[in-house]
């Protein structure tokens, strides 16, 4: 019952017939279909199993600040794929709190199942990455992730680089897509439940099913930093926030140095802000019932869909956020769309490059 809203074009037209062929779009039922709720509560606590194995990478920016990469190498310890190797890199970011939840680490493994390469972002301070510097990544501002992804093409040179993000975390790499334009280096992407308003979403709130547990996901990772992070913001203030959007302003907004409007700050951080640049297929995943993003007609950029040739909208009825359950433990219908989606993709540039044939000298 999934709709995909799109303009027309022969790239729609090849996805349509791709996913029209999925076996996860075939349908089929799963517990709790009008309880999101609890599908969201379920997405938040779920492990994954088995456990996968990680192999972490310091990264350092040009502030001498840090952000990790970590490798997921399968549950087995093995090795991940040399700087060489042709398979897709797959980029996982996880939501603006830094979570990397069971669901996250689950399409990880489906991927690594399938011969992709895949890689968690996190940025400065999130996930245990050490804090260097007395500074944190705004909601939009993709600077660290483009370093992180310049990193990824010298280490993988002839491999496709493709991203994936989840809830909250949409937003930066929405911002990045539209920032870089035809320079992102990334052959796709795909969007789980996003959030393409950033301030509409921190102003309206959340169920405090899911905002309460990042609020204090997000206090016990900046605790650990309390002493550098005193230098810049009124840490006394920060750790008493009871919202996530007081969070967010003491953060960036209240600063001791640069002290800005919340209006200045969402003019620089809207994910949207430079949609009409975006020059990668973007597919974003979403359901009607989803209680975090909101109503779906407030939240949701339809007319962007309808004239952009790269976002391409798949609505589903049922889902939550970031839910997508289907029978069996910790299964994600969602996760199989994406995967096929790519494969989708790269189908299509296969196609585009063989209709072309091979460029002409100069």
Not at 31 to 49: D, N, T
Not at 91 to 103: F, Y
Not at 221 to 229: D, E, H, I, M, V
Not at 290 to 304: F, I
């Amino acid at each position: 019952r999934c709709r995909l809203l799109c303009k027309p074009s022969a790239l729609a037209q090849h996805l349509v017939r791709s996913l029209g062929r999925s076996v996860a779009l075939r349908g089929g039922r799963w517990s709790w279909p009008r309880w999101p709720q609890l599908q969201m509560l379920q997405q938040l606590l779920q492990l994954p199993g088995p456990e996968p194995a990680l192999a972490r990478e310091l990264l350092q920016l040009p502030d001498s600040g840090l952000v990790a990469l970590d490798w997921l190498v399968g549950p087995w310890g093995t090795a991940a794929a040399g700087g060489g190797d042709p398979s897709p890199v797959l980029l996982l970011i996880p939501n603006a709190a830094g979570k990397v939840t069971g669901a996250l680490l689950q399409l990880g493994l489906r991927a690594l199942e399938r011969g992709f390469v895949p890689v968690i972002f996190n940025r400065r301070g999130h996930n245990g990455c050490p804090l260097t510097t007395p500074r944190l990544q705004p909601f939009g501002d993709p600077g660290d992730l483009q370093e992180a992804v310049t990193y990824l093409r010298c280490r993988h040179p002839l491999a496709p680089l493709l991203a994936v993000s989840e809830g909250s975390g949409s937003g930066l790499l929405l911002a990045y897509l539209g920032e870089s334009g035809s320079s992102s280096r990334l052959a796709a992407a795909a969007c789980l439940s996003p959030v393409f308003s950033g301030r509409d979403w921190f102003e309206a709130g959340m169920p405090w099913l899911y905002e309460w547990p990042l609020l204090l996901h997000l206090k016990r990772g900046l605790s650990r930093y309390a002493g550098s992070l005193s230098e810049a913001v009124d840490v006394d203030r920060l750790l008493r926030s009871r919202s996530l959007r007081e969070l967010e302003e003491t953060l960036f907004c209240r600063t001791k140095s640069r002290p800005t409007s919340w209006d200045t700050y969402w003019e620089r951080n809207e994910p949207l802000r430079d949609a009409d640049e975006a020059a990668v297929p973007v597919l974003c995943l979403c359901s009607t019932d989803d209680p975090v993003r909101g109503p779906p007609a407030r939240s949701l950029p339809t007319e962007l869909f309808r004239s952009s040739p790269y976002f391409f909208l798949l609505l589903t009825p049922r889902g939550g956020h970031c839910g997508f359950p289907r029978h069996g433990p910790g299964r994600c219908w969602g996760h199989e769309v994406v995967l096929e989606y790519f494969k989708a993709m790269a189908e299509f540039l296969r196609a585009e490059e063989r209709r072309k044939g091979p460029p002409r000298p100069r």
